[in-house]
């Protein structure tokens, strides 16, 4: 079961269409490809870094005595892209102002949106219903039986 990372575009609400879901796992195709995997992910900066990187491990292997030297290391560099790369696209997202909404585990993408959006039309519909002009306040501001979190009430005291 994966954990899917839900983003939303910058200004967009919770049940936007436009929602990114990105599978916080091991990907296999990360793990062949690679390079063309961030490239494909729109992340062309290290899609292209590590395509160089990946050339440059084949002229190693090459060279004599290098190409265990470059089996492992190009084999570290698929378990990195495709163990980090999809955290890297959500992090990548969230410098773009993409706001992380939701982590929901499910067996596969179809679920995880099936959950996601089941929370979000609720969650909206229990906020329509009690807005914050219905609810009456005494003229202290503060209602009169709630409970306090911990050992003191602070309610706004300092």
């Not at 470059?70 to 990548?92: C, D, N, T, Y």
């Not at 179809?110 to 329509?128: D, G, R």
């Amino acid at each position: 079961m994966a954990s899917y990372l839900i983003l939303t575009p910058p200004g967009a609400a919770a049940d936007d269409e436009r929602a990114r879901f990105i599978a916080d796992g091991f990907s296999w195709t990360a793990f062949f490809f690679p390079a063309l995997w961030l490239i494909a992910k729109r992340a062309w900066l290290l899609g292209i870094s590590v395509a160089v990187l990946q050339i440059l491990l084949i002229l190693v292997s090459t060279l004599p005595g290098g190409l265990i030297a470059a089996l492992i290391l190009q084999l570290a560099l698929s378990l990195v892209v495709s163990l980090e790369g999809p955290l890297f696209i959500a992090r990548k997202l969230a410098a773009e102002d993409w706001t992380l909404r939701s982590i929901v585990p499910a067996r596969n993408i179809e679920t995880a949106e099936e959950i996601y959006f089941s929370n979000t039309t609720a969650t909206a519909q229990h906020q329509c219903a009690t807005s914050l002009q219905s609810i009456e306040w005494p003229k202290s501001g503060r209602p009169e039986k709630a409970a306090g979190l911990g050992l003191f009430e602070s309610y706004g005291e300092r």
